[in-house]
């Protein structure tokens, strides 16, 4: 089956973009149950950041450009739960989601064909295998429902990958409002996250490679260049006035330590894992495009490119690569609808049942927190201290308000915890008590809350799934009064425990020394 595409057909771009309705309704019951177990988590490390950010409004942030905690902001400035703190990154899936549709019914018209009965159902078949291919990716449903940073960029990559079709069409470069509304997208996915370098990378050689240099006669570009530089000004103006610590942070963080092929080996494994087997239908996909657009795998192929070779140095995380994997769906939906047209249904539908399991098994575990399947304790024992990855969905407000609580009864003014990616539950839960970082080390916290100073005082937070050893002495307190400890519970087992002490005459010598496994304080 061949499915040439012309992005620049003009005829495409008049068709009917609404998925059908049995697709709706699956998009609608899967957001719904984004809702739902939004409302039954507590935040992760990385959302509780982010919120914090929203809970500290500034031209930028130590670690991220400001979007994230710029959306957030009105919803936290009056107090929102966290359930519907949780409905904007499930808005944003769904737009994305949609956004990729139409991508794909406008790249799968033939060229110079007008979009007849036919040609419809053509699209509309790739488009809802597009769609389908996001809806088994199992990663893509974490940002469904926590707000990172790369949630919003993968909205962005989308709509930008629509925009950069439209002004592939003869005529349009001529016009200013679609370089206008290219500006203000790049301009987003800029307040989004850096990486969205890459994107802006990507529309710059598709563009460049149908018009040419002769696009650089355009008066659109340059007015769409000056806008997406003026929406991101707030970064470089916070920069300038921070020491460029986010750009110094990002240069090292990027350049990781030393690069090792099996780090990329493990990169690319889980990259599998974490968005499934089908999306790779995209390589046989871009074969049935014309030549001309398949300039268009550049959304995935940079982003991807760069992020994998970061990962040998160990500096590349899983979802980083998020958007990257949306710009593949469209090609991904055009080839699993060939594959499938031509009869070639049973590996799709093995991958596809394989998908589905590792959708609903993932949401699963995190609601029970790996129980019964992980180790555990019965709730009568004390905690387990078992390595848990789900364990750090629960029991942080818990803790949160307990050392609200314990903070006043003691007459403390601040928490302090050992690591800092302790910091932003007990910073979102306990606010707004300040959080110092017991580190030696500049972040986020040392910013809002500064180091905690030498004779100072602060009630201590020590997590069983990742525990410290009491800090006295030279490079701790002079004295730590254990408090209480709370015990986490899921399903009648023990999943972690939370210790509390009152500290005070504080060294300002941190060296944090994590507590040997199977050793008890």
Known sequence: ????????????????????????????????????????????????HYALYAAHPALSYFDHPPLVGWVQWPLVALGAPGALLRLLPGLLWLGTVLLVYRVTLHMAVAPGLAPDAGTRLQSERAGCWAVTALLLAPLLHILGIGLLPD?????????????????????????????????????????????AIFTAAAVALCLLSLHGL??????????????????????????????????????????????????LLRFLVVQLLAFGPLLLW???????????????????AIPFAVLAYLSGGGSSLPHWTAPAWVALAPFAGIGLAGSWNAGRRLRVKALFALQALACIGLPALMLSAGMPFLE??????????????????????????RAAALA??????????????????????????KVHVLEDRFDQFDLWAGKLPAGGSALLVDWSQLPYETPLGAHGFARCTWLE?????????????????????????????????????
């Not at 069409?169 to 989004?192: H, I, K």
């Not at 995209?282 to 995935?300: M, Y």
């Not at 390595?387 to 949160?400: C, K, M, Q």
Request: contains cysteine; proline residues 6%.
């Open 1 to 48: 089956m061949d499915l040439p595409v012309l992005p620049w057909n003009k005829s495409n771009m008049h068709m009917n973009p609404v998925i059908p309705a049995r697709l709706r309704v699956w998009l609608l019951l899967v957001f719904a149950l984004h809702g739902l177990l939004g409302a039954s988590l507590g935040l992760s490390v990385d959302e509780a």
């Open 151 to 195: 949630t919003l960029l993968m909205a962005w990559s989308a709509a930008l990958m629509l925009q950069t079709i439209r002004l592939m069409q003869p005529g349009q470069v001529d016009r200013l409002a679609p370089w206008l509304l290219l500006g203000t997208l790049l301009g987003l996915a800029g307040l989004s996250k850096y990486t």
């Open 214 to 263: 002769a696009l650089l006669r355009k008066p659109g570009l340059w007015l769409a260049l000056l806008l997406a530089l003026a929406l991101v000004s707030p970064v470089a103006i916070w920069n300038a006035q921070n020491h460029w610590v986010s750009f110094v942070y990002q240069a090292r963080h990027g350049a990781g330590s030393s690069w090792q092929a099996l780090h």
């Open 282 to 300: 995209g390589w046989a996909g871009a074969r049935h495009v014309a030549p001309g657009a398949r300039v268009l795998l550049a959304f995935f």
């Open 376 to 401: 555990g304790k019965a709730a009568s024992a004390e905690s387990s201290d078992a390595p848990n990855p789900f364990a750090d969905l629960h029991g942080w407000n818990a803790a949160g308000a």
């Open 408 to 433: 006043a009864q003691q007459g403390l003014d601040a928490v302090a915890v050992q690591n800092w990616t302790l910091a932003s539950r007990i910073g979102w839960y306990a606010r707004p008590l």
């Open 485 to 521: 400890k709370l015990p986490v519970q899921r399903l009648g087992y023990a999943v972690s425990s939370f210790d509390f002490y009152a500290c005070s005459g504080w060294s300002g010598q941190p060296q944090p020394q994590l507590r040997a496994a199977g050793s008890k304080k």
